[in-house]
């Protein structure tokens, strides 16, 4: 398994712009599958957007367009640009890994970052 630590949250007014970080530990990064999740108070965990191993992108219908997932292998880090930010986006962000292929469950991902804060303000 990989530990991840998740990193980027913050406070931002509607319509603005900020970048999320997953930085992974472990030496086989690159043949994990990862994913961003967020859930929101009294709301369940969800999608967001993946990313596989060989790079092939996933974004919910809610951020596409305006949420971006990307990778650097050399840098065992996963990235979540997101822009246009709504107040709706607001919520705790996750970053998770699995092997190789993505999915939207979140039961199929096998290791969990603890977590960053995105609040929009409207």
């Known amino acids: 398994q990989v530990q991840l630590v998740e990193s980027g949250g913050g406070l931002v007014q509607a319509g603005g712009s900020l970048r999320l970080s997953c930085a992974a530990s472990?030496?086989?990064?690159?043949?994990?599958?990862m994913g961003w999740f967020r859930q929101a108070p009294g709301k369940e965990r969800e999608f967001v957007a993946a990313v596989s191993w060989i790079g092939s992108p996933s974004t919910a219908d809610s951020v596409k367009g305006r949420f971006t997932i990307s990778r650097d292998n050399n840098k065992k880090t996963v990235y979540l640009q997101m822009n246009s930010l709504k107040p709706e986006d607001t919520a705790v962000y996750y970053c998770a890994a699995r092997k190789y292929e993505i999915d939207t469950r979140v039961d199929e991902y096998t290791s969990w970052g603890q977590g960053t804060q995105v609040t929009v303000s409207s």
């Open positions: 472990g030496r086989t990064f690159s043949s994990y599958g």
